[in-house]
């Protein structure tokens, strides 16, 4: 990628009535335009991110109330705003459109009807389709229009799919083993192969990944086989990227870099546009093999490269003394300010939940203390009647807000609506808890009636066995169950669930108990009558039930109970960190768009209930939780999340050499101070235990100097599902907060002076590990190794600076199982027997704790650490201490005499993940 270096073209748009207008002639250059992102070094949360410009105002257009602006009415509090670099490399343009994407016509070449292979490098918004959408296109030669199938490529709950036909009509199809994991960049290239005949009677699809089309590829999961052999039919369609098919599926939208379609697995190319090498607006390009590819309706090739997306809050208008210099000073932000500005709470899961499955009647129970009726979110419903209800009392549901406790004798009624349609079914939930001793004699739990031959139904229970008693319209019972052995239901939450059926002549029903969080025990009979519908709950509830609670009471004539409440009544507890981040987003997608990069195979950490507080809050702590990173796209107007697991072990995004011309700009200065040590951590879980990490020793330990730095104490509550997880939470972050190295805080690069780092630049995202090397000598050896948390843009006419906020990446750097580079334990204490020179190359080393150093050859080599010079240990000789060990001089660049009793460690000692 090439840059213009001068004039650099940069341009400011606004969604003015839902239309991008380009206003970049109206951005005055004399002040740079200023651009911030990430989280500051000192930060652990990320700040919204912020863009500041100054635009003419001389003609009254960015005044919001100006009558005479052509923008009166279209702009004011929060009007998007987006500021991109144009230039370097393009890409197809898509969407989320119909006719978004681009096409070539049926050829020869084209109809495979053998073994087939498909790969496509994109950059995508979204690479998992939102939940209750359709699944997303994106390449193929499919028509169900006449019957012209032949095969398509497309994404699924994540995965990788392929469909094809061998007639054109009926369609085989196979969907990867596993989810790929979306790296932070969102640019993923995508590969499928199509055996038609693997040999053994059968077909085998196979699925790969690689961070761009020029590969490497790396197999996704298991091949997928099947009985027969097949073909694919060689249909006369034409052949797409982007909106691939005539079906309703999505569309993807974000940039298409290239795609090839090969006939044969690693055959010729039959399709291959590169879309980076092209001209912008072009209507129509030309591959490699001579198809002509036309861009659709909403399709296009582009070379902007988006560096902020956000809101414009505020138009502040300023002007000379003159008048003749009027001005807005805009600052825009990101969707984390929109998101902190309000604060009204989402409510508790299980009152979320409840109303999307259509319940007949619902009362939550979450009143304010002091209420003396339970308020109904359901249209047509009226308050549940009480007495003897105390409102706001326990908060020991996950699911719920406080619940009330109900005096013994207190009681409930409220009407309960009929059903919509006729129904033969019917059910009624209410989840409770008693504590203290159950009680003796048989006590009433819940009672309600209906319009049958049972007008009045009563669930009556002691602390041995339950009997559901039905009465008809005269009072007289009409039917008594057997003694029911009660679960143990008691100190603990408990769904009490009543379903009934008409079945033929008679009412069939099962009375169920369900534990909150764990097992479900239902008994089932049956009575003669008509079912009927419900009209009533009407509970008196026994006096020998002191302190029981109740609440999220609902009535259905449909058997959806355990689906409405299962998980929502515990607060979706144990629910990982990203399932609940995308759980939310979904739910909240009137709010905020998120994407989620993690790697699907590795589980995040488990978090506890989802208690009632506004959606940043939420976010915030899932993200704090797990130890990853919540910040805001670059692109759109979303949040994204990257798991702590995508932290470790990162290649580097972006190598800097300090030598090289204008690579690095100045000043590179390390920061050697105490603003990120923290030895003495306690982490608790919330409504839970806590534990305790404590550096006892070492030049960062809580002892006084000069032996440690003293105590630099922290304490932080997180929302996790189990009591065993603060411990090694906490050893995790004592290990953060003692890794031994400077800071280098910020890092400059002037891309004006060294273009070809802006395509690097341009793909950095939040979290991304850089490299410098080449370091001068008046620093410790190299390379630098640091993990990007901000990133600001100052882009003008003719320079373009770019400042990094880092923090150190070698703490992320953990153990590999089998790694002889990052697979090594190192020893508990070991040091020089006697002092060596500059040359020598076998010394004998003392073990002063722990067992001695290994003997095996398959351990070697090794790089092991002596005063600051690294060397490579190729053996070492004797089980037993003092042992020799022979070693290769100056791994990094280093060499010099070391005395008696040096530590001898291992340079990069093996560090446990979380």
Known sequence: MVFPQTPLDVRTE??????????????????????????????????PSKAALQLNNRLGKYSPRNPMSPYFGLIGRNTPVRIAVHGGNSYLNVTGQNNSGASTPDVAALDITGDTDIRLDATLDRWVTPAGAQHTDLAGKYSTAGNQRSWMLQERRGRIYLEWSANGTAILSATSTVAPAVPPSRRMAWRVTLDVDNGAGGWTVTFYTAETIAGP???????????????????TTVLKVGDATNLSYSKPAGQIHAFELRNG???????????????????????????????????????????????ISSWPTRWDLSGNDVYVTAEAAGTLRRLGQGRKSLDSTLRRRLPSHAPLAYWPCEDSAGATQAYSPLAGVTPLIVTGFDFAKDDTLGGSGALPTVAPGGT????????????????????????????VAEQEM???????????WRVVQSATATHLQCYDAAGALLFESGGIITPDVYGRWVRLEIKATQSGPNISFTLRWTQVGGGSYPVSDAFAGTLGNLSQIDTSFGPGLPGIRVGH??????????????????????????????????????????????????????????RPADLLTLLQDSADADGGILYESKTDASLAYRDMNSLYNQTPRLVLSYTADGEIGPPLEPTDDDQKTRNDITVSRASGSSARAVLESGPLSVQAPPDGVGVYDDAITLNLATDDQPEPIASWRLHLGTWDEARYPTVRLMLHAAPHLIPAVL??????????????????????????QGISHAPDQYTWDVELTCTPAGPWRVGVYDSAD?????????????????GATSFSVTTTAGLPWTTAPGEFPARIVIGGEEMTLTGVTSSTSPQTFTVVRSANGIVKPHSAGAPVALARPVVYAL
Not at 822 to 838: E, F, N, V, Y
């Open 14 to 47: 606004l969604q003015i009535g839902g239309v991008w207008t380009d206003i970049t002639t109206d951005v005055y250059s004399r002040v740079p335009i200023g651009i911030e992102c990430g989280r500051s070094e000192e930060s652990v949360r990320t700040n």
């Open 217 to 235: 590829w790396t197999q996704l999961g298991a091949p997928v086989t099947g009985t027969g052999t097949t073909s694919v039919f060689a249909s």
């Open 265 to 311: 697995i690693g055959g010729t190319p039959v399709a291959n546009p590169d879309f980076t090498a092209q001209t912008p607006g072009a209507p129509s390009i030309t591959d490699a093999t001579g198809k002509v590819w036309t861009m659709a309706t909403n399709g296009s090739i582009r070379n902007r490269h988006v560096l902020f997306h956000g809101d």
């Open 412 to 439: 409930m009624r409220g009407r309960i609506p009929a059903p919509p349609a006729p129904s033969t079914v019917w059910a009624v939930c209410m989840p409770y808890r008693i504590d203290g001793t159950p009680p």
């Open 446 to 456: 819940l009672s309600w009636t209906t319009t049958g031959t049972a007008r009045r």
């Open 553 to 610: 009471i609902t009535a259905w004539s449909a058997d959806v109970i355990t689906s409405a409440y299962e998980s929502a009544d515990h607060g979706f507890t144990g629910e990982t960190a990203t399932d609940r981040l995308a759980r939310l987003a979904t739910e909240e997608a009137r709010t905020v768009a998120l994407s989620v990069y993690t790697d699907p195979s590795i589980p995040t950490t488990r978090l506890g209930s989802q």
């Open 763 to 788: 793909q950095l995202t939040i979290g991304d590990r850089i490299q410098i090397t080449n370091l001068p000598p008046w620093l410790p050896p190299g390379p630098l190794d640091l993990l990007v």
């Open 822 to 838: 990052l697979g090594k334990a190192d020893t508990s204490g070991a040091q020089l027997t006697s002092g060596i020179t500059s």
